[in-house]
């Protein structure tokens, strides 16, 4: 049986302020973010019902916006609101939800003043896949070709749908090459993070993980550090540069999809997912559904 497709399912997407049949949410092909990336999203996960950290992604989505030279016709509020409703349209309870604002059809080319902004919001089921037993084992990772990029070049902190070409390559090819994904290094050679996904690093019992200056700084990442700090782990954010992975006992990635993955290899380098990884995982699933 093929697989479902994302654009022939029932139930209804949120789309410019109102809920319409999710076969009907279309677009048309002359969008300016389909020919230019002028889009930008989130990815949020709702647990028993509610979005964790529901503010803070739709507060980033405006922001990314903003970062793209363009503002998001919703308050925070009303996307807030906007989500609980499709929510409840779909009666998803553990889901993932994904808002996108886009430059819309009335210009085409580069420039783009007159255009539109629109905004959708989509959501559809999503459990757990992984037992913690199963997730401990550890996912294996390859370095990716591809760098992040200068944010001199690019607005490089934005969750913007431009920056993710050099993702979808990167893990296609960790995938063709047997890896679950592929670490990135930034335009310096330093350690970046995964295609989707934060990276920490346990060095001497401490937690170490890239200062986000060239790269989003996940919600999920700030969520970990709090947690960390909680159980009184010495968490430090800085420059990281690819060998000192080999001094790294763990390895994990966060992020809303990937929540708190243990890594057993980044290409060469070997991780064991102990007792730190282990706790921040138990810490995170908890707090998801608090
Ligand atoms: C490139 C990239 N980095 C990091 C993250 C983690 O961000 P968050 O924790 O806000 O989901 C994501 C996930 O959206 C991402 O796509």
């Not at 607005?155 to 090459?177: D, F, N, Q, R, V």
């Not at 991780?271 to 908890?286: C, S, V, W």
Request: net charge neutral; hydrophobic share 40%.
């Amino acid at each position: 049986m093929a697989a479902q497709t994302f654009d022939d399912r029932d139930g209804w997407i949120w789309m410019n302020g109102k809920l319409v049949p999710w076969r009907d949410a279309k677009i048309h092909v002359l969008s300016h973010a389909l020919h230019y990336a002028s889009a930008v999203f989130e990815g949020e996960r709702a647990y028993g019902g509610k979005v964790y950290k529901l503010r803070e992604h739709n507060q980033r989505l405006i922001d990314s916006g903003k970062m793209l030279g363009f503002d998001v016709p919703y308050t925070v509020e009303q996307l807030d609101a906007a989500t609980n409703e499709v929510l409840k349209a779909n009666n998803i309870v553990d889901g993932y939800v994904r808002p996108i604002a886009w430059r819309g059809s009335e210009q085409m080319g580069v420039s783009c003043q007159a255009s539109k902004i629109n905004v959708a919001i989509a959501t559809w089921e999503w459990p757990a896949y992984f037992s913690p037993e199963a997730k401990l084992k550890g996912i294996k990772l390859t370095m990716a070709k591809w760098r992040r990029p200068d944010p001199a070049t690019i607005p490089a902190k934005a969750k913007a749908t431009g920056l993710y070409m050099i993702c979808t390559l990167s893990k296609h090819e960790a995938e063709a090459a047997g890896y679950a994904d592929a670490l990135m290094l930034d335009w310096r050679g330093q350690i970046a993070e995964a295609t989707g996904a934060n990276v920490f690093f346990v060095i001497n019992g401490e937690i170490h993980t890239p200062k986000p200056d060239c790269f989003l700084d996940g919600i999920t990442r700030r969520s970990v550090i709090d947690l960390a700090k909680k159980r009184q782990y010495k968490v430090v954010e800085r420059a990281m540069l690819p060998d000192e992975m080999g001094k790294a006992t763990e390895c994990f990635l966060t992020g809303t999809a990937a929540e708190v993955t243990p890594v057993a290899s980044i290409a060469d380098y070997k991780f064991t997912p102990g007792a730190i990884t282990k706790n921040l995982m138990e810490d995170y699933e908890k707090a998801v559904r608090a």
